[in-house]
């Protein structure tokens, strides 16, 4: 990136980190690697990989996330503590490029209530993280929670001292979702006028969505200086979500006229990294969502239909393709090889290992058999579901299931391996989801809540493949599962025994603490 461009944003990805603290968005180490990298490829400035201090598991995703990702920073978050601190300069040691993000509350009513610290306090204690978190990286972050509802004040006086102690980003975030846009960028502009070493680093933004403004504040931010906007996929976070990435970069891109910056990213990987978010999370996209939901460039009504066939941008703003949707394209039929197959997997973005190759090569061939047109999307979801599967200790072995109006009760006879040995049994339930969810539970005893289930079709058609989540919750633990298949029960199986892996890798690793941010 090149620092001369005075109207360059950067585009800070906290999926993996706000965007995880979302209930139920939980996600696994190699989820977290996965969703990085691909964020990397989008073209992504700043990767927050997680709290390292929050759980072990924490630490390893962004351990794992800084071993992999080259040209992303990759960035951790900690508290105005030393632990915090220390914690997180080991997780990102393996980055080529690491940062320190840490942050301390700095409104009357956090400081009072919730640190309990005088303003003082608070303020030494900017100086004092900050200029601990030097001592490991040239790159800190430092972070005024709570600061659209912070004195003005006590902001300067905290921005100053965290500039002066070394941070080279001074994040403001909306913590609570409560700034309007131009009260908010008032804020920005309030900080360039006041404090006097502004100059010697970025001000950036994070904005919540409770009002749903926080894409509108984001953006007004830029307009008032702000040049660095920490955002999510699909607008992911706590409570009403982060601003959606997607949403903040096509906004600067289709409204350039108005917004003359730029990003660095590669708009056409949007689809790909929403949809691939949405199934680690089980956080469906809500239809009608700006720029990555399913009708967001679907015309329903005939006179829309009829003015985008004489031309396009009459209703159309931006290209399908320009966020990387493409028209499904028929991709592979039942006589294509394993070359056919391996370039199209390259070209929808996987670096699979021979292993994976074969196993999803004879997945497909499967598909192919049992679906006349297998599409991009197809692909994607079979994948998707087969490299989700690697040292499971359940396996999905078979199923059949008789249901409907003249067999009562709904029966599941299912096959499953289990570490290595193969197990049956049939089971009944009330319908034939249920009756397959006993049957998992016949054979691998559990005490685990079922808190979601969800079906999506992956095309149209009734051959369409099924995409089914699971989400399973074990003494405050969730973990989602997915599942993809022709066949809507084969997927739910699927998805069910996902997440019990899930599960049983997360009971193994301990989490000595949650914290949120
Ligand atoms: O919302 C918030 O204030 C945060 C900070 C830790 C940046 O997530
Ligand atoms: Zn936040």
Known sequence: MSTMDSNRV???????????????????HDEKVRIAEV????????IEAGFPIASNGDFEAVRAVAGTVRNSIVCGLARATKGDIERCAEAIRPAARG???????????????????????????????VSFARRFTDDVEWSAEDGSRTEHDFLCRCVEAAIASGARTINIPDTVGYAVPDEFAALIRMLFDRVPNIDEAIISVHCHNDLGLAVANSLAAVGAGARQVECTVNGLGERAGNAAMEEIVMALRTRH????????????NITRASKLVSTVTGFVVQPNKAIVGANAFAHESGIHQDGVLKNAQTYEIMTPESVGLHRSTLVLGKHSG????????????????DNAIEEAFRRFKDLADKKKDVFDEDIVAMVDDEVVRTNDRVRFVSLAVMCGTRHRPPTAELDLEVDGVLKSVTATGDGPVD?????IRDLFHHDARLQLYQVHAVTEGTDAQAEVTVRLEEDGKTVNGQGADTDTLVASAR??????????????KSAPEALSA
Not at 100 to 122: A, R
Not at 338 to 353: C, I, P, Q, S, V
Request: proline letters at 4%; glycine letters at 6%; aromatic letters at 8%.
């Open 257 to 268: 006229d108005r917004m003359p910056y730029t990003t660095g990213i590669h708009t056409e």
């Open 338 to 353: 394993r070359a056919a197959f391996r370039a199209k997997l390259k070209e929808l973005g996987y670096d699979l290992g």
């Open 99 to 129: 940062r320190i993000h840490t942050f301390i509350s700095t409104s009357p009513l956090h400081m009072k209530y919730k640190l309990q610290m005088e303003p003082e306090k608070v303020l030494q204690a900017v100086i004092d993280s």
């Open 39 to 46: 964020l990397e490829d989008m073209g992504v400035d700043v």
């Open 435 to 439: 009756a397959t969810f006993h049957a």
């Open 10 to 28: 950067i585009i800070f990805d906290t999926t993996l980190r706000d965007g995880e603290q979302s209930p139920g968005a939980s996600m696994n």
């Open 495 to 508: 998805a069910y025994v996902n997440a019990l892996n899930k599960l049983l890798v997360k009971r193994e």
